[in-house]
């Protein structure tokens, strides 16, 4: 176990303690910057919130990585074990991509349906019954 | 065969399982138990993952989402101030805490220093208890305050630009702009933040179709604006309720963490009172199980870490 004398292990933890919270600071301090509570302007810039988003979520997988290497000492064990319990996880990389694309995919659909129900209904020239392949003839319950 | 039972005795006086660990050489150099735990703590990871990918597909599938500055912005002791994320954010330093102190706990027992991993663990027991504590206050403000349910979600999200009428059903100048969040008060109950539901004003509204607002059966008091910009530009409209799957999402994620706290706090308590009473002195392993349960705490501090990003922070 152990590779660090208990001196320098005891210095380890308390500089993960200021790592930790300093971190969280600063998230908290740029997710309310994107949300324009420090700058009442920001709210509305879209770039901004995308750019503080991607930050976040650098500053989150940081304190992870610490969380795992130094706290739940992943450093001091053999490489095995380590890339046995991480590699796995890459599954939910794909696991992401494909349920936000798929949620994001709902969301056209709901327009879509939305759309088609805002319209008068077509009862000129008896066109009724005519529907594009795309539309379903569903209604959103609230 | 001398040196093989002297590695036996030595690590597997409480695993007595497979024979590869039993052979006195251990896969991956851990200990059965360690790395049982690690792979409990992978599928547990898979679990969270689920939950908060499926709040992200949802989230991505509604065209407004509750902002969690806004529906966050609550804190003990604080009255109605404004206090956007201060109040999670506490709550994280105090798991953040906890873990550290964890981490003494572990190093002390490697040390065989019954009565340091004692004081540490106690310590993290605290911080777990004080988290808890936090979680049962914002479930209450939440549930009982803002009358949020796992099927009923009163925050809403304006998609247009508008202004409030007037009890009358006039313009009033009241206006607010796309994007806006809102929290629909049900009647008889004053919200922060919200200056047209005066304790005294609010007593008023009654059920039904209003110039100025519709109150529902439960109580909910829709209030009506008309839209200044857009397409619909003219139109009166009534707030509504915002994505039901918000309720559920918050409660069954957030409560599935404080469920992993609170059995963390259980294990804790129960390996403090095994630590003090001397059971792993004489397993004489550096108090590995101490080890165990670290690897559990810090997992849950882990799983805080990305619950906070996805609800709280994004």
């Known amino acids: ?142 | 065969m001398a040196t093989t039972d002297t590695v036996m005795e030595h690590h597997d006086v409480q695993n007595q399982q497979g024979d590869a660990w039993s052979g006195g050489k251990e896969p991956f150099r851990a200990s059965y138990g360690k790395l049982m735990m690690w792979y409990f703590l992978l599928s547990d990871a898979f679990t969270f993952a689920g939950f908060l990918i499926s709040y992200g597909a949802l989230r991505f599938s509604s065209p407004t989402w509750p902002v969690p500055d806004f529906v966050f912005k609550t804190a003990p002791f604080m009255g109605h101030r404004e206090l956007p994320l201060i109040f999670v954010t506490i709550m994280s330093f105090l798991l953040i805490i906890s873990s550290v102190t964890m981490v003494r706990a572990v190093q002390e027992g490697h040390r065989e220093n019954k009565n340091g991993v004692v004081f540490w663990m106690l310590l993290t027991i605290l911080g777990g208890a004080g988290f808890l504590s936090c979680q049962a206050w914002e479930w209450t403000n939440l549930i009982g305050g803002e009358n949020m349910s796992v099927t009923l979600n009163p925050f809403g999200t304006h998609t247009e630009s508008g202004a409030y009428l007037t009890d009358d059903g006039k313009e009033s100048d009241e206006v607010f702009h796309a994007g806006y969040s809102f929290l629909m008060p049900k009647a008889g109950e004053a919200h922060h933040g919200d200056e047209h539901a005066e304790a005294g004003h609010a007593a008023e509204y009654s059920q039904g179709d209003h110039p100025g607002y519709f109150m529902d059966e439960k109580g909910f008091i829709h209030r009506k604006y008309i839209v200044t910009a857009g397409p619909d530009k003219g139109k009166v409209k009534m707030e509504d309720f915002g994505p039901r799957a918000f309720g559920a999402l918050f409660f069954f994620i957030t409560g599935f963490h404080g469920f992993h706290v609170f059995s963390g706090v259980v294990f804790l308590f129960i390996i403090m009172i095994n630590a003090a009473s001397g059971l792993y002195i004489r397993r004489k392993n550096g108090y590995e199980m101490v080890e165990k349960i670290g690897l559990y705490w810090h997992f849950v501090d882990l799983v805080w870490v990305f619950v906070f990003l996805v609800f709280y922070l994004l």
Do not use: C
């Open chain 1, 1 to 142: 176990m152990g590779h660090l004398s208990y001196e320098q292990a005891k210095k380890v933890v308390y500089k993960g303690l200021v790592i930790l919270a300093a971190v969280t600071l600063i998230e908290v301090f740029f997710s309310l910057l994107g949300k324009g509570h420090i700058v009442e302007s920001f709210k509305f810039i879209t770039w901004l919130h995308y750019l503080v988003g991607l930050l976040i979520i650098g500053l989150s997988l940081y304190k992870a990585h610490f969380i795992i290497y130094e706290f739940m000492h992943m450093k001091y064990e053999v490489k095995g074990l380590a890339m046995s319990v991480l590699l796995p996880t890459a599954l939910l990389i794909w696991a992401i991509i494909a349920f936000f694309q798929e949620g994001n995919s709902w969301k056209h659909r709901r327009e879509q349906i939305k759309e088609k129900n805002e319209l008068p209904a077509d009862g000129q020239d008896g066109q009724q019954g005519m529907r594009s392949g795309d539309t379903y003839p569903l209604e959103l319950k609230s």
